[in-house]
């Protein structure tokens, strides 16, 4: 399967199962509209590509693009048979625990219009996770790692730093316990910024491997949708602080976290907005919410959010070469070596690989799950994971997904969210269309901007 797209000036051919990306000449790229898959190079250049052809080129630039093209396929660059779906048919997959999203607390100090989270309650009470169940959680997943030494603790609300305190606990503790038991923990904290102060940075720039700080970028923007329990806005309060931050961290290892909305669908102004405030890691998500809410993105935005992605794609490139770079999350892409095989077919490990953990100690396939009690998983005092539910989620893959078996993309989106094609489908294996749409622009954008810096 081989996907061609024009981005950037740039003519681009991607072999989706070699995963090679090839940037073509103009003749290379009409050529390949006649070449038929499964394609079987040939000695000479058939003639039907000849006489299509004729009108625009001579017969000696056919046949040399010609011979280019069957250079590729038979370097396996170029129209590369599947060799996945042999794995995903015989996969035995024996998963273990590797990561966890805690979510330390079920309250907020801010009451964000768009929270699928219910405002931090997540159809429950308020609450805030004790660290005997923080304890508890660690040694589960200890006892469910297996042989993996690395463990990722993600923790989450909510807001986190109304916790804090329980965080450090939690974090000290597996720590200890990772030296007893060969185990290295690797910590994130996301948190909406109000709370934080000198104390708390310390502790986060010397226990935390990343940091996740959320703010919608402009000012109008991120008040409009992220306001506190009173109404007024967060902005003025989080900017100097998550600045301040992201200096001590040296502008890495963490992430401004936007969601853009109905509201911005030019949310290249809020990109640019946040590099301007000096950050270097940026991420900016589209929401994902029912049709009927006023904020929610909906399939009429769509050919707007897909031209705005290209005038992203080429403002970073713009800074790019200018030397005001900045990573943008859904525009970092390795195409020398990217994710396993394992990773390519089923993505995130959400309901075997990775969990959710409420206050209560319940267990969730992953924190959008969280409430939805059908998929409670179990509970970290017992210590057992309903089984039916994970392998529903195991055995969940691209290939099992009919939508995904003929997009380009499937590799690098991995099959897309779990939790948005149930919460729109109602099944894991339906992706969120509005999503897969997104995705393969990004992708595109993506591979072209990775072009333009080799070519650079």
Known sequence: MIHKYKLLDLNIVMDVYSGAVHVVDDIVYDMLDYCLEPFIPEAVCPQFIIDAMSDKYSKEEISESYSDICELVNLGQLFTDDCYEEIAKNWNKQSVVKAL??????????????????????????????????????????????????????????????????????????KEEGKKHGKNFRFTITTNGLLLDEAKKKYINENMSNVVLSIDGRKEVNDRMRYRIDGSGSYDTIVPKYQDLADSRNQTNYYVRATFTSYNLDFTKDVMHLADL?????????????????????????????????????????????????????????????????????????????????????????????????????????????????KYFENSNIYTKDKCRDCFAKFYCSGGCSANAYNFNKDINKPYELACEMEKKRVECAIAIAAVKKMS
Request: aromatic share 12%.
């Open 101 to 174: 999203c805690l979510h330390i607390a079920h309250d907020c100090n801010l009451r964000c219009k768009y929270c699928f989270g219910d405002t931090g309650e997540y159809r429950g009470g308020r609450c805030l996770m004790s660290a005997e169940t923080g304890k508890k959680a660690i040694d589960f997943v200890i006892n469910n790692s297996g042989s993996r030494k690395n463990i990722e603790i993600d923790y989450f609300g909510g807001e986190p730093l109304m916790n804090f305190d329980v965080v450090k606990e939690i974090t000290e503790y597996a």
């Open 278 to 390: 000096g950050f270097k890691q940026t991420s900016v998500e589209p929401v994902v919410a029912p049709y009927e809410e006023d904020y929610a993105l909906r399939p009429e935005h769509l050919p707007q959010i897909l031209d705005e992605y290209e005038k992203l794609a080429k403002e970073y490139v713009k800074r790019y070469k200018d030397g005001k770079w900045f990573n943008f999350f859904h525009f970092m892409i390795d195409l020398d070596q990217g994710p396993c095989a394992i990773k390519r077919l089923s993505g995130c490990g959400a309901g075997h690989e990775y969990l959710a953990i409420t206050p209560q100690g319940d267990i969730y396939p992953c924190h959008q799950f969280v409430g939805n009690e059908p998929f409670k998983m179990g509970t970290v005092y017992e210590g057992k994971l309903n089984q039916d539910i994970v």
